[in-house]
């Protein structure tokens, strides 16, 4: 008995000084946040002006959808893109497939502000394809192919791609190799066996890999910022703007409490996802 | 070399009790074994005599002092892992430093001490190995090296051999055995193969769901299993039931007088055990022996010796006879077992 | 099964498996694109920023060395991820074994607050700070704002890393250690750091990774006197028509690379899985 309450004792000492630290610096402030979001200099105590005035900008609303859109289109490209190259990285003899994975991790590695340069000189309108493009002769002016939506997903997909990569072959390191082979020796071509045995063990990494992607796309600023500039906010940018552009500081405390809202939400949706998985999986 | 002693020592976690009441005396400088099969609680008596965990009931005593809630760091104790546990990022003469650096020994006498216990367990020139660089046999010494380097009170050994190939097996018994015997280091040592408790301990102790069965030398175990659970763990092919009437001073096997004793018997239902291999064929009845007539019903050739089994009507199963190679029985037999080789077992 | 129909299955087998791996081999360069692009370009001679290149040359490298704000944003900004990972290490592992060891009551409350940044966006929290920072009027102290944001999002990388190697090391070698002698203090420095050591190293490169490539949480608490080098390039890739944005990009990933194969020899890719 004793023993038991020393060691909780000692986990608490020992769990001290991150939890001052993150007190101070992240639960103080968003309760600083809560407050902050539901005043307004000119209105006396809490109210919820803030919220009603993003609900009736129609520029906010559109920031919403406009998330939600470019979201939505991330996580589906994610989605195709990944499957293949799961296939190469499991089809593939063992340094092809560190090469894979590689090139698959390193980019997360890279700020995003790089990146986003990157895709800069390639989608600009004196960038990379609109030059080559021209000069094949294919287009007389410059495709419009950033500071818009288009941008911003590619921009995403290239961010979270890696994220969805690796959910998937997280999950299918822990499945039997033997399935795969059983699946072979029973006359199905590699292709097949795709389709009917690596397929369906990987539906639970889709499904946190789908979450996953879904709500870091949700909550993307950098990227956005970016690529998308002020003629496509979302509502990370949105925040941003409010807070630096409008100097309107509980309007952004709004926005940021929306994000926080939504957060919360893929993250207990993670968890009950991931509870479930392990009782009818086991591991 | 110090002696052990549990008093009436429980161990609960939760609901589940994983030892309940046992108590033993171990004396100096024995070897003493803690036999049963996985999950009887030999393994949590190890850890409750080494200190990871404290008893919930009852004494532990080393060398005559309670430690019952002294830390392991505070025992003067060595333990083998079942996993040997070597540090991977230190030296085998790093490893085996470490017992002697925790009690100040200075430097010159630590690398004498160390040198000197490698060649105890023949492992001369490994002292600045790593352990990934060693095979199974040789950590293995290695652990024993480093348990032992110090001159711990008592020596704690759990399943020590189980991750070695057979062969590997019967040499470290061996060495442990005379490794044992030269440091004279009161030993414990936990398994779940009574032929290795048999051929190195001093003194079996039986365990079975949590509890002490039998306690006492390899012979006694072997010979005179008290218990139903015992004699079918030290390879009792023959166990069944048999009624005890009152009075009469016999114990009665279906009909038939198995035994005559003085004085009081008891009544009601007794398990008797007979080996295969004290189990005669003979068509002519034998003084002081059951006769039985059966038939063979299968057999296994084993090489040095044929298996049979039989059905009678003293026993719902059939009775396995052990029988010499050449022995080849068939169709209906009849088997005399002898009264002495009776084994008159508790049930548990 | 005829003959025809087995050849003709694997026919549709391998324009399958082409097709794959073709569509594999797109997200591959799909992937590499942006970076190598902006690497490729920042070694032209040229004045302006081209892709191709114009000519071969480093002498935007130079320039850019010259340049004030590339040094002292650089310095800023190693400054902040070394001190920020540090205290992190510091916090972080003392939390991480208690997560891994003991099983006090509340331990999901520990490990909800200790990886909370993951959980929350960071333009969010960058934000939170900022509003604390500007209603307690302390916005001039730049550098300790931004170490403090760091902190707050480098604790999670250490915390999950340090957690993941000490939970996956065996009980036993504290028990031998314990057996032989050794106080729980003597314990945790000669067995438990000793053991979790890939598991920091990893974390801590991860961290500093994270923290020198931010913008989120940066952009809110930057100041005149204190910018990491990823804002400073922020606001030049904007308005410069050079290659020095390229050129500063090129430094910044070669140090990525560099931190990469640090993870890599550590404990190999399968650092990065496993979340």
């Known amino acids: ?283 | 070399m110090s002696t052990i002693e549990l008093k009436s020592v429980t161990k609960r976690f939760g609901t589940v009790t994983a030892v309940e009441g046992a108590s033993f005396t171990a004396t100096e400088g024995e070897f003493v074994s803690i036999l049963g099969p996985s999950g009887c609680g030999k393994s949590t008596l190890l850890r409750l005599i080494a200190g990871f965990e404290s008893p919930s009931d009852g004494e532990i005593l080393i060398g005559g002092n309670a430690v019952s809630h002294l830390p392991p760091w505070k025992r003067n104790i060595g333990v083998v892992f079942q996993s040997y546990a070597l540090f991977p990022y230190l030296t085998v003469d790093a490893n085996i430093a470490f017992g002697l650096e925790r009690r100040n020994v200075d430097k010159a006498e630590i690398e004498q001490r160390t040198n000197e216990v490698l060649k105890v367990v023949g492992l001369d020139g490994f002292g600045k190995r790593f352990p990934r660089q060693l095979s199974g046999g040789q950590a293995q010494r290695v652990a024993l090296a480093r348990a032992i380097v110090y001159e711990p009170e008592i020596l704690l050994l759990d399943e020590p051999l189980s991750a070695l190939d057979a062969r590997l097996r019967d040499e470290m018994r061996f060495e442990l055995q005379r490794i044992q015997n030269e440091t004279g280091v009161t030993t414990l040592f936990v398994t779940h193969d009574q032929s290795e408790a048999l051929a190195i301990s001093d003194s079996i102790i039986v365990m079975n769901k949590a509890s002490i069965c039998q306690v006492g030398n390899p012979e006694s175990i072997w010979g005179a299993p008290e218990t139903h659970f015992v004699a079918d763990f030290v390879g009792v092919e023959n166990i069944f039931d048999a009624t005890a009437i009152l009075g009469q001073g016999e114990k009665k096997l279906s009909g038939q007088i198995a035994e005559k004793l003085q004085g009081n018997s008891s009544t009601g239902d007794q398990t008797i055990g007979i080996r295969g291999r004290d189990i005669r064929v003979s068509s002519k009845p034998l003084e002081n022996h059951l006769m039985v007539s059966g038939t063979v019903r299968g057999m296994n050739y084993l090489g040095h010796e044929r298996v049979y089994e039989i059905d009678t009507s003293i026993s719902p199963k059939p009775i396995t006879l052990v029988a010499e190679a050449g022995q080849m029985l068939d169709g209906k037999v009849d088997l005399a077992l002898s009264h002495d080789k009776f084994l008159w077992l508790r049930e548990d | 099964m005829g003959n025809s129909s087995a050849i003709s299955s694997s026919a549709m087998w391998n324009i399958g498996r082409y097709a794959i791996m073709c569509f594999a081999g797109f997200w591959c360069v799909f992937l590499v694109a942006p970076i190598f692009v902006v690497i490729v370009s920042a070694f032209t001679a040229g004045d302006y920023l081209t892709f191709p290149p114009s000519g071969w040359s480093i002498r935007w490298f130079i320039e850019v060395a010259n340049l004030s704000w590339f040094r002292s944003s650089f310095l800023t900004s190693i400054l902040i991820s070394t001190v920020s990972t540090a205290i992190a290490i510091l916090a972080g592992v003392l939390v991480a074994r208690a997560l891994a060891r003991y099983q006090p009551k509340g331990f999901v409350f520990i490990e909800f607050v200790a990886l909370s940044p993951l959980i929350l966006p960071a333009v969010v929290l960058g934000f939170a700070l900022f509003n604390v920072i500007n209603i307690l009027e302390i916005e001039q102290h730049a550098l300790a704002n931004l170490i403090a944001g760091h902190v707050l999002v480098t604790i999670p990388f250490i915390v999950r890393s340090v957690w993941s190697a000490m939970a996956g090391t065996d009980v036993s070698y504290e028990e031998a250690a314990q057996s032989m002698g050794a106080t729980p203090t003597v314990v945790f420095r000669k067995v438990v750091l000793p053991m979790a050591r890939p598991g920091i190293l990893a974390g801590s490169v991860l961290a500093f990774t994270y923290s020198f490539n931010d913008v989120s949480i940066s952009v809110f608490l930057a100041g005149s006197n204190a910018k990491p080098l990823a804002v400073e390039l922020m606001s030049n890739m904007e308005y410069s028509a050079d290659p020095v944005p390229a050129a500063v990009s090129t430094i910044m990933v070669a140090i990525a690379i560099g931190f990469f194969i640090l993870v890599e020899r550590i404990g190999g890719m399968k650092m990065f899985v496993g979340k």
């Open chain 1, 1 to 283: 008995m004793a023993k038991q309450r020393n060691s909780d004792m000692a986990a608490w000492i020992l769990s001290a000084p991150v939890i001052t630290l993150l007190v101070i610096l992240a639960i103080l402030p968003s309760i600083q946040l809560l407050i902050t979001g539901f005043q307004r200099a000119d209105i006396a105590g809490p109210t919820l002006n803030n919220f009603e005035q993003l609900v009736d900008s129609k520029f906010a609303v559109q920031a919403f959808w406009r998330t939600l859109r470019v979201s939505v289109l991330t996580t589906v490209i994610t989605v195709l893109g990944a499957y293949p190259m799961l296939y190469c990285l499991r089809r593939a003899g063992p340094r092809i497939s560190a090469l894979l994975l590689a090139i698959t991790i390193f980019p997360i590695m890279v700020s995003t502000v790089v990146r986003a340069f990157g895709w800069n000189v390639i989608l600009g309108p004196s960038g990379v394809i609109n030059k080559s493009l021209s000069s094949l002769g294919l287009i007389d002016a410059p495709l419009k192919l950033i500071f818009n939506e288009f941008a911003i997903v590619v921009g995403e997909t290239h961010l979270l791609f890696p994220y969805m990569v690796l959910a998937l072959v997280a999950v299918m390191q822990k499945v039997d190799p033997a399935l795969e082979e059983a699946s072979l020796s029973l006359g199905a071509n590699p292709l097949v066996t795709f389709m009917k045995v690596t397929l369906p063990s990987s539906y639970p990494g889709l499904l946190s890999g789908t979450l996953l992607v879904f709500s870091l796309a949700m909550t993307a600023f950098a990227t956005p910022l970016l690529l998308g500039g002020a003629r496509a906010p979302l509502l990370t940018t949105l925040l941003y703007s409010y807070a630096y552009t409008l100097y309107d500081w509980n309007r952004a405390a709004a926005v940021a409490l929306i994000l926080v809202a939504m957060a919360m939400a893929f993250y207990f949706l993670q968890r009950f996802i991931s509870n479930i998985q392990m009782r009818s999986y086991g591991k």
